[in-house]
């Protein structure tokens, strides 16, 4: 119903810049919030940046001051702008998209397939 793709991720030195983006389509409605999160080997998935369609954003302790997140609300488009890269980010980040969707009576996730960070020198 409704497709993530998620593009932008691959390898790159410690204190490097990747920037990922995901696109939403499929049955239009509107999504109230989008973010990214990640899932690093034998860990469970946890928040990086959430954004809502107002704007407000809220990131984990972790990304502060290095990743940013934006949104183009007429594209159904995130983005996440990542920079002083450590080998710690390194994992498996995953869209979302959630709203409460014409045909559902609750909110509603919806997931991309991932893309994988990786931070090594």
């Known amino acids: 119903q409704v497709l993530l793709v998620e593009s932008g991720g691959g390898l790159v030195q410690p204190g490097g810049s990747l920037r990922l983006s995901c696109l939403a389509s499929g049955r239009p409605f509107t999504i109230r919030a989008m973010g990214w999160y990640r899932q690093a080997p034998g860990k469970q998935r946890e928040l990086v940046a959430r954004?809502?369609?107002?704007?407000?954003?809220n990131y984990a302790d972790a990304v502060k001051e290095r990743f940013t997140i934006s949104r183009d609300n007429a594209k159904n488009a995130v983005y996440l702008e990542m920079n002083s890269l450590k080998p710690e980010d390194t994992a498996v980040y995953y869209c979302n998209a959630g709203g409460v969707p014409p045909w559902a009576l609750s909110w509603q996730d919806y997931w991309g397939h991932g893309t994988q960070v990786t931070v090594s020198s």
């Open positions: 954004i809502t369609t107002g704007g407000s954003t």
